[in-house]
C-alpha cells in the first residue's frame, strides 16, 4: 500500500513539474500553440522590396535601401544611414500604447555613438508629441513610452553593434505588464496599462528617424544606422512558442 501511494504522489510531483515547466517563461502563458499568420497586422521580409505582406501594399523607404541579411544574402534587409537629409525609413505604427500587441524585427547597428530611433511618433522625441517611443540608446540599452506620464522603462545593455539580433516587443493591458526579449530571452518586464490609440489626424509614427526639438526653430536629427529585417506586428501578445518559432524560422 504505502508504494502503491509513493507511485501516486510520484506521478502527482511529475505532472505539477510538467505544468510549471510548461508555463510561458514571460507571463505564465501556458498555451503552447504556434500560429504566426494569427492576428498579423502588417508583415516585411523586405525581401528585395518594401511589401506588406499581409496588405500587399508597397510602403515608400524614402531614402534607405537594400544589404545583406543575418544569412549574407544581398538585398534582403531594410539599410538605413545617416544621411543628412530631412528623413528615411518608413511611415509605419509600432502599435505600442494601444491595448494588446507584440512586435518583432531582427536589427544588426553599425555603430552605438548616438540614439537609434526605431518607431518614434511624429518628428519628436523629447517635445509635446512623445508618446509611443522606442529607440536605442548609445549605452547599449533600449528605452520604450507609450504615455505621457513619466514612465520609461529601459532594458539593460543588451543591445550589441555590427551583430544581428531578434527583438520582440509586447504588452497587454489585460495583463498588466510589457515584456522585451531579446533572441529569446526576457530582458525588461514593467506594469502596462494603456489603450492610447494613436490618433489618425495626427502626424503618422516614423521607424528609423527622428527629429530632437531642442528650442525655437532649433533641432537636430536622429537616424537609425544599420540593417532592420523581417518586421512583424501583432495585435495580440505573442506566446514564447511563437517568440521561439519565429528565431528558428529564421535560421533554417
Given at each position: 500500500?504505502?508504494?502503491?501511494?509513493?507511485?501516486?504522489?510520484?506521478?502527482?510531483?511529475?505532472?505539477?513539474?510538467?505544468?510549471i515547466?510548461?508555463?510561458?517563461?514571460?507571463n505564465?502563458?501556458?498555451?503552447?500553440?504556434?500560429?504566426?499568420?494569427?492576428?498579423?497586422?502588417?508583415?516585411?521580409?523586405?525581401?528585395?522590396?518594401?511589401i506588406?505582406?499581409?496588405?500587399?501594399?508597397?510602403?515608400?523607404?524614402?531614402?534607405?535601401?537594400f544589404?545583406?541579411?543575418?544569412?549574407?544574402?544581398?538585398?534582403?534587409?531594410?539599410?538605413?544611414?545617416?544621411?543628412?537629409?530631412s528623413?528615411?525609413?518608413?511611415?509605419?505604427?509600432?502599435?505600442?500604447g494601444?491595448?494588446?500587441?507584440?512586435?518583432?524585427?531582427?536589427?544588426?547597428?553599425?555603430?552605438?555613438?548616438?540614439?537609434h530611433?526605431?518607431?518614434?511618433?511624429?518628428?519628436?522625441h523629447?517635445?509635446?508629441?512623445?508618446?509611443?517611443?522606442m529607440?536605442?540608446n548609445?549605452?547599449?540599452?533600449?528605452?520604450?513610452?507609450?504615455?505621457?506620464?513619466?514612465?520609461?522603462p529601459?532594458?539593460?545593455?543588451?543591445?550589441?553593434?555590427?551583430?544581428?539580433q531578434?527583438?520582440?516587443?509586447?504588452?497587454?493591458?489585460?495583463?498588466?505588464?510589457?515584456?522585451?526579449?531579446?533572441?529569446?530571452?526576457?530582458?525588461?518586464?514593467?506594469?502596462?496599462?494603456?489603450?492610447?490609440?494613436?490618433?489618425?489626424?495626427?502626424?503618422?509614427?516614423?521607424?528609423?528617424?527622428?527629429?530632437?526639438?531642442?528650442?525655437?526653430?532649433?533641432?537636430?536629427?536622429?537616424?537609425?544606422?544599420?540593417?532592420?529585417?523581417?518586421i512583424?506586428?501583432?495585435?495580440?501578445?505573442?506566446?514564447?512558442?511563437?517568440?521561439?518559432?519565429?528565431?528558428?524560422?529564421?535560421?533554417?
Open positions: 500500500m504505502k508504494s502503491y501511494r509513493y507511485f501516486v504522489w510520484l506521478l502527482n510531483v511529475l505532472f505539477v513539474a510538467l505544468l515547466n510548461s508555463c510561458d517563461k514571460g505564465g502563458d501556458m498555451d503552447p500553440v504556434v500560429d504566426l499568420d494569427s492576428g498579423l497586422v502588417y508583415y516585411f521580409p523586405f525581401s528585395g522590396n518594401s506588406d505582406q499581409v496588405s500587399d501594399e508597397t510602403y515608400d523607404i524614402k531614402e534607405a535601401t544589404g545583406t541579411d543575418r544569412f549574407n544574402v544581398p538585398n534582403k534587409a531594410l539599410k538605413m544611414i545617416n544621411n543628412g537629409l528623413e528615411q525609413g518608413m511611415d509605419m505604427g509600432a502599435g505600442l494601444e491595448a494588446e500587441g507584440s512586435l518583432a524585427f531582427w536589427i544588426n547597428l553599425d555603430d552605438l555613438e548616438k540614439l530611433p526605431l518607431f518614434i511618433k511624429a518628428y519628436f523629447n517635445f509635446s508629441a512623445r508618446e509611443y517611443n529607440y536605442i548609445p549605452d547599449s540599452t533600449m528605452t520604450l513610452y507609450w504615455t505621457n506620464e513619466d514612465i520609461w529601459t532594458t539593460p545593455k543588451v543591445i550589441k553593434c555590427q551583430q544581428w531578434h527583438i520582440v516587443v509586447r504588452w497587454s493591458k489585460n495583463k498588466s505588464v510589457l515584456e522585451v526579449l531579446v533572441d529569446g530571452n526576457v530582458v525588461l518586464t514593467n506594469n502596462y496599462q494603456s489603450d492610447r490609440i494613436l490618433d489618425p489626424q495626427e502626424p503618422p509614427q516614423k521607424m528609423g528617424y527622428s527629429y530632437n526639438y531642442e528650442g525655437s526653430h532649433t533641432g537636430s536629427s536622429n537616424y537609425f544606422r544599420g540593417r532592420i529585417d523581417e512583424r506586428r501583432y495585435n495580440r501578445w505573442l506566446r514564447d512558442a511563437e517568440v521561439d518559432a519565429l528565431i528558428d524560422q529564421n535560421q533554417t
